[in-house]
Structure formats: structure tokens, C-alpha cells
């Protein structure tokens, strides 16, 4: 077994006790590689050498700290292209997209490099004479990532970067679906001038090996990505051991298509936002809630532009629409398409499995109409290509059915209306609204994140993920004079 599919743990790169397949969702003939699980024995060496190797990281100089960060982060962007390739491959995006998310995640190293030099904390005079207050942020500790197989490298890396950053040591469960991308992230953080066991990889399955490190009392954070259920029981372990937790989870995001859209722009937002990366994004659009006066003419729109995307092989020039990521996946598409239809919708394009000339598990985007919020197939995160549309009166209807979920993530309305894309903007139940845009596409230097049931804790990326990732402290100081 090769380095490109062991476990990195303390320092070195090591095979496991058994391994799993790595396959190709574009070409289930396409074996990518073996890759070890970690024993429970293997994750407690990496747990007892990241709480010697956090210590010494925390003392380490911060320009020393910012130049390696710096450097993963340059040398995800500079390979890129090789690196995102071996993500399409294993996950079945398109190669751009798979391209596009290994450069965004080098560029959360490289922000998150320039944050280890914004130090700044708080001073105040104590309210006894001859005494001063020192308030400054710590780091936590050992922190545990445990990421999912959907943006494998994003999501891991705007995680471990400001870990890292903040001054903590990492234990990394990747999704078992996504190895290849995880090895090679390891990789390259394994060559930095770094504390042997400062940064762990342990693949594994999350209810072995994830759930071993979730329970662990050497963890001092935890920050989760993947879905609700598991992130129920992740939090009732952290509650165990009073751990500090986040979790990002699962999503029912609508876009709302008001009378006054530009057609245009809302035909490539609900395209774009529905039916990209497979549907298998947090943020994507399955709910599109649509202004009756503009209904008829949107619906056609996109069974046209729906119709016309290219669902291909990951790695071909020209798709647009890779594979579901799993066989399983594939399923639930498939059981969510005839749940739609029992449950009174119509097709009105897509939906049907779709074979290619390699086995892979693809399938045509699906556009649904004749939605209602009701319908479970409104209410449950489908994490497929496919969209269903709820015809709504008026804009205080669409704001209604919007926000009537138990998720949160993302919003979204196309409009042309100051005043309501204003009210929708403040009277949305989400963490994040997009106006006049699709509901997916962040940028890495704002805080990302929802409410209800789609997150829980601090929010993830730019300075406030400072939050999970360091504890504060308050010094008091007395010249020792009376
Ligand atoms: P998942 O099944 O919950 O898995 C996520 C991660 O948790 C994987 O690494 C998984 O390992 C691990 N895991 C599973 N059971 C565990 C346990 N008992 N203890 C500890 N770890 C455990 O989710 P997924 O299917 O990979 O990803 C899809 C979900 O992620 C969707 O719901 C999606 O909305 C959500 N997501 C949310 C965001 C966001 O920012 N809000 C972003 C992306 C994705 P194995 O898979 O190896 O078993
Ligand atoms: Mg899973």
C-alpha cells in the first residue's frame, strides 16, 4: 500500500488493519485505490500525539504559522488542476468544478494565513485601582473535523485552515465515498515544517471511527459537516463530555421567483442553483417558489434549459451534470422521484436513470410541477437533480412558503423590486439570502452558516470562525504595589 492511501497519524504515514474501494461514480469499472481504516488504537495515537504537538505549534512563531499556511494553500491553487481531476474522478463532478473547489480551498489556506497575523484582543483597567485586564483568544486545543463527501476538499479546508491558524491540533475524518482527496490534502500538509503529529488523517466509517473520535475526551472542539441525523447524535456525544461543538447539516433551500424577474436572471439562478454539482450541494435551490403571473412562461423556460443539460462522464469535456456520487444516492434520487409523483406532481422533464456508455450511476435532471409545501418532497432535503415548483399568489405567500421549513441555510428571490427583495433580505428564516443570485456560491471571507435545523453553534469561515476555534481568556495584572 502506498503513502496515496494510508493513514497519516503522529508523523507517519501508516496501512490499517482492513481497507476500502475507492470507486468511480462516472465508471464503477474504475477502481481508484485501496484505502486503509484506522483502528481505534491508531486514532488514539494520533489523539496523544496532537495534544504534545498543539503545544508546541501554539508556541511556534506566528510568521512561521502564517508561511505554512501559506504554502498549502499556494500549492492547492498551483496543482489545482491534477488535484481537482482526482476529486471528479472519485465524487463525479465535473473536472471545472472539481478544479474550481480545490483552488477555493487553497484560497482558504492563504486567507487564513493572513489571519494568524490579526492579533488583537482587549485591555482594560480593572475596576481596583493598580490593576489591568488583559482579555486574549487561546487556542482550544485538539480539534476534530469531520467532513462530508459532497465539497471533500472545500469543506475540510475552510475547517482545518483556521484550526490550524488559531494554534490547534487536527484529527480529520474524512467521508469513506471521498478518499483520494483527503490522502492528497494530508499529503501536502504532511510536508510542511510542522510537529509530528500536529495535523492526523483517520479514514474510516463515521459510525466506527468518526463516532470513537466525536466521543473521545482528549478533543477539545468539534466542527462537523454532513447530514441532520448524524449530527444529532454527534452533538448528544460532545454533550457527553461537554465538548464544544458546530454542525453544519442538511437544507431545504427555496428560490423565490417574483412577477417582476428578470426571466433571464432567474432561469440560470434556479438552473444553476437546482441542478449543479448534481443537486448534491447544501445550498442548492429544490424548492423553486414561483409568482403565479410569471409561472407559466418560468416553467417553460426551464424544462427548456433543463432539458439541455449535458449529463456526462466527470472527466469528459462538455458535461455539465455528473453522476450521484453513490449507488445509494442514485436510489434516493430515484424513490424521491416517485414520491414527487405520488404525491400529485408532474414531470414535466428528467428523472429517469440514465445509461451512459460507461456504468456510472447518472441520471436526467428532473423539473416537477404542481408542487406544494406540504408534500414531503417539499420538506426533505433531496440532495438530487431535481426541482419542484410551488405556484404562489403573491409575494407575501412566496415570503410565507419560504421560510415554512425546518431548515435555514440559504434563501434566494429574483426581483426587481427594491423594496421586496429589502424585506425579503430581512424578514428571510436563513442564515444566508442571495438576491438576484442563484442560492449556491459563497465566497470564503464572510461567515457562512443557517439556522433551525440546518446548523448549530459558531459559524464557519471568515473571522468568525474564530469563534469554535479559540477559548478567551481574562488576565488580571497588579503592578504588586498597594
Ligand atoms: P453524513 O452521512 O452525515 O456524513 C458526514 C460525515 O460524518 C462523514 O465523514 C461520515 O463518515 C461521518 N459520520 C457518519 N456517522 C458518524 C457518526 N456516528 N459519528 C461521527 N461521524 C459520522 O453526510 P454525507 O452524506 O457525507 O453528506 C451529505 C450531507 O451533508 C447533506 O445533508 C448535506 O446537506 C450536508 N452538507 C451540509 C453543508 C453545510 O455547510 N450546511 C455542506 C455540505 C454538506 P462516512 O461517510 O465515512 O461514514
Ligand atoms: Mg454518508
Redesign the pocket.
Known sequence: MSNLSKNYIAGDWVAGPSSIANINPSDTNDIIGQYAQASSAQLDDALNSAQIAQRQWAATGLEQRQAVLMKIGEEMMARSAELGELLAREEGKPVAEGKGEVYRAGQFFTYYAAEVLRQSGDTADSVRPNIEVDVRREPMGTVAI??????PTA?ASWKIAPALAFGNAVIW?????TPASAVALAEIISRQDIPKGLFNLVMG???SI??AL?ESSKVHAIS?????D?GR??ASAAAQNLTKFQL????KNPLVVMDDADIDVAVAAATGGAFGSTGQK?TASSRLVVHQSIHDEFVERMTASTSALKVGHALEDGTQIGPAASAEQLTSNLDYMQLGRDEGCEVVCGGDALELATPGHYMQPALLIGGDNAMRLNRE?L?APMACVIKVADYDEALSVANDTDFG?VSGIITQSLSKASHFRRNAESGCVMVNLPTAGTDYHVPFG?RKN??FGPREQGQYAKELYTQVKTSYISSGNP
Request: net charge negative; hydrophobic share 30%.
Open positions: 469531520i467532513s462530508p463527501w459532497n465539497f469543506t475524518k474524512p467521508a469513506n465515498l466509517s463515521g459510525g468518526g463516532q466525536v462537523f459537516t454532513g447530514s441532520y448524524v447524535q454527534i453544519e447539516l442538511g437544507s447544501c432535503e440532495f441555510l443557517g440546518s446548523s
